[in-house]
């Protein structure tokens, strides 16, 4: 690999779900020479990767994960809080919990009316259908759930793979049996773009092996690496971006990278670079290449190449309250992971050609309105609600998101059937590993209330000019009161949940809980989102697509603003956050900026 040669039409910085997924259909066509650069290691057949039931034992590891953790958050009780990342081939594809779920169409739709064209529902919901194959429902799977609403004809027959399990439980068939008495009976397929109440979300997991399917194994088969025009390497770092400011805008025309060995060099393009190294990551490359704000990078003695303060900011995550409830003796709970006796059973019965309940996703899910502790909130409730945080919705973005609030179909949260305990009332754990290792003596499951549509702002920022100083990542959870007014109403719907047979039968009367205290009130409803909320995996919307003067980073063919050459594809150009979890919305953002990528190749 020549230091001073034009070798690669585009380098693609990042190795994880987006730059694998962009580099396999750019290198379908044999005449584009493709470059992917990833930090990480190939950990694609380590069995912490590959066993789905194994998938907390990455967390914290330097080998898998880039383990962030977060200013002190103020709406928090002052808490700092983990960041799984992925740092492997595959990125956060390989290390999250599998969880494959569609966006409701007025998510996307949002992005179309914040000045994207392109970018709504319908024009991206032909790569929802081609990212993943959906493999049909066993009948384990429909007698234990219905699944009555299932569509086999949604999606097409994309490179990853989605299943449901044959390990679903009493406990999944309670939750969708409550929400249905509470009147949220899932009637559509969600995977359609409409749908309220409970379902079983697929997980991305192959069912011929029950192993975990990502970027790393789907985008990365030994037929795809063995390309002569596509070249992934591995554990090297990105320096900088080289910018050529010779010319009446700055071109990108290379990366100073440090191989694994130590050793740095230069790598050129005469074509593009496309940065994919995350909503975290992305904008640090940015800012150490010279875009960004201008008195932070006087501030590190990095010139200033383009000047954009909305490098790093806009960053939205899904908040999530974690509450987990001690239940009675005859239920399943995963905490029986705890003996090691246990779980070396299970790793015996995995090895039998992938069996039993290490090789399934099984949490259940809902997709819940604005509700609180009597319901379903009535349109005069969300409306006074809004009305009373009137001045904390004034930007296009919360005028959009209240909007979209308001809707009877929009779920304003999405629940989540955890199968075991959380820890996550704890300032500053070493990893999210910390959060979810059973360590309490007790058997339980867990309810999780994400937040679909934050209206807080986060930032993420360099605070040096070395690469390996990690950013400062504040996710500002709560900065918007509307976000705890809304998380804590819905903390009071748990408490109807678990009044609501048959899933409250599932629970030890006055059991134990995590946090102890009981959400019926307000007040107290609040303070467990403040000791319990963390983020959820989804860090997005750190490089916006937006016009540059409403906060963009990108224009909506994913074009650096002030840039020639120079794209980003990744969660960080999500406009605004979706509903529901953005694994399939990485893949389908990869899937379009490739086919864009394509085009404006032609045109060219």
């Known amino acids: 690999m020549g230091s001073t040669v034009d070798v690669f039409d585009y380098i693609i910085i990042g190795g994880g ?11 379908e066509d044999a005449d584009i020479r493709v470059l992917v650069i990833e930090a990480g290691q190939d950990r694609t057949k380590d069995p912490l990767v590959q066993i789905p039931g194994l998938v907390v034992g990455m967390y914290g590891k330097p080998e898998y994960d880039w383990n962030l953790r977060s200013t002190p958050q103020p709406g928090l009780n002052n808490r700092i809080i983990n960041q799984a990342r992925g740092k492997q081939l595959g990125g956060s594809s390989a290390l999250n919990f599998m969880m494959l779920l569609y966006p409701p169409r007025g998510s996307l739709d949002a992005w179309g009316a914040l000045g994207n064209k392109g970018w709504d529902y319908d024009s991206l919901s032909p790569y929802l259908r081609k990212f993943a194959t959906f493999h049909p429902p066993p009948e384990a799977a429909k007698d234990i759930l219905g699944l009555a609403n299932h569509d086999d004809s949604v999606v097409g027959n994309g490179p990853i793979q989605v299943c449901f399990s044959e390990g679903y439980s009493k406990p999944n068939k309670a939750w969708m049996e409550a929400f249905a008495n509470l009147g949220l009976e899932m009637k559509t397929d969600p995977r359609t773009g409409k749908g309220l109440g409970a379902f079983q979300q697929g997980g991305s997991i192959d069912p011929a092996t ?7 194994n789907a985008h990365y088969t030994p037929e795809i690496a063995s390309r002569s025009n596509l070249t992934v390497i591995t554990e090297t770092v990105v320096r900088k971006i080289i910018l050529d400011t010779s010319k009446d805008e700055p071109v990108a025309v290379g ?10 060099k230069t ?8 940065l994919a190294a995350g909503a975290l990551m992305s904008p640090q490359i940015l800012e150490l290449s010279g875009v960004g704000s201008r008195s932070l990078l006087e501030s590190l003695d990095i010139p200033v190449i383009v000047d954009n303060p909305n490098v790093g900011e806009n960053l939205q995550d899904h908040p999530i309250t974690c509450q987990s409830f001690e239940v009675n003796p005859d239920v399943p709970s995963g905490d029986v992971l705890r003996d090691p006796n246990v779980l070396n059973a299970l790793l015996q019965q995995f090895q039998d050609g992938g069996k039993g309940p290490l090789g399934q996703s099984n949490i259940s899910v809902a997709y819940v309105p604005l509700a609180d502790g009597a319901g379903v909130c009535s349109e005069d409730t969300k409306k006074s609600l809004f009305a009373y945080h009137d001045q904390h919705a004034q930007t296009l973005d919360a005028k959009v998101l209240r909007k979209l609030l308001q809707e009877q179909d929009e779920p304003a949260v999405q629940y989540f059937l955890f199968p075991s305990q959380t820890h996550t009332v704890m300032d500053n754990p070493p990893s999210m590993a910390d959060y979810l290792l059973p360590t309490s003596p007790e058997n339980y499951l867990t309810v999780m209330t994400m937040l679909n549509h934050p209206f807080s702002r986060g930032s993420v920022h360099i605070t040096s000019a070395n690469v390996d100083e990690f950013p400062t990542w504040d996710p500002n959870f709560n900065s918007n009161p509307l976000d705890l007014e809304i998380s804590a109403r819905h903390v009071q719907f748990v408490e109807l949940l678990l009044r609501t047979a048959p899933f409250g039968d599932l629970f030890k009367p006055d059991g134990a809980r995590i946090p102890q205290l009981k959400g019926n009130f307000l007040e107290d409803a609040r303070e467990i989102v403040r000791q319990s909320q963390v983020c ?13 003067d409403q906060g963009g980073v990108v224009d909506s063919r994913l074009r650096v603003y002030g840039t020639k050459s120079l794209r980003v594809v990744d969660a960080s150009v999500f406009p605004i956050q979706i509903a529901g979890n953005i694994q399939s919305m990485v893949y389908a953002v990869a899937e379009k900026a490739a086919d864009i990528i394509k085009e404006d190749r032609i045109v060219i």
């Open 267 to 274: 790598v050129l393009t005469g074509g593009e670079i496309i």
């Open 17 to 27: 779900t987006a730059g694998l997924t962009v580099a396999n259909r750019l290198t």
């Open 536 to 548: 959820c995996f989804h860090p997005s919307c750190s490089l916006a697509m937006k016009p540059r």
């Open 255 to 264: 990366v100073l990278i440090r191989t694994q060995k130590g050793i740095e």
């Open 210 to 216: 029950n192993t975990r399917s990502h970027a790393g």
